[in-house]
């Protein structure tokens, strides 16, 4: 059975920092690309950042840029999320997921497979 289950969400003032992880198990997701997206209250679910295979590239939303940092241990089937300077904006429950695309389709909710169950993550002001 695959899974990917996130860790690392929960509560942080604003201009503060936190580290999501996303743990797979079931299968090796290391020729994957691996991204996370974020669902707000009301909101649809929107692309966060997504890192490829290697690790080589990555791509975020321009509303983390500069702010927010994808990263991947294939070794260990895991990816993180280093959040820093956050926003009340950024209040969402954030998903990973994985998926087998080129780069252009990054971004497209569509294109990925497995996703885990969510983090909560609350940035007070």
């Known amino acids: 059975q695959v899974q990917l289950v996130e860790s690392g969400g929960g509560l942080v003032q604003a201009g503060g920092s936190l580290r999501l992880s996303c743990a797979s198990s079931?299968?090796?997701?290391?020729?994957?690309?691996m991204g996370w997206f974020r669902q707000a209250p009301g909101k649809e679910r929107e692309f966060v950042a997504a890192i490829s295979w290697s690790g080589g590239r990555t791509y975020y939303a321009d509303s983390v840029k500069g702010r927010f940092t994808i990263s991947r241990d294939n070794a260990k089937n895991t990816w993180y999320l280093q959040m820093n300077s956050l926003k009340p904006e950024d209040t969402a429950v954030y998903y990973c997921?994985?998926?087998?695309?080129?780069?252009?389709?990054?971004?497209?909710?569509?294109?990925?497979?497995?996703w885990g169950q969510g983090t909560q993550v609350t940035v007070s002001s």
């Open positions: 079931g299968r090796t997701f290391s020729t994957y690309a």
């Open positions: 997921a994985a998926g087998f695309m080129d780069y252009s389709a990054y971004s497209s909710e569509a294109r990925y497979n497995y």
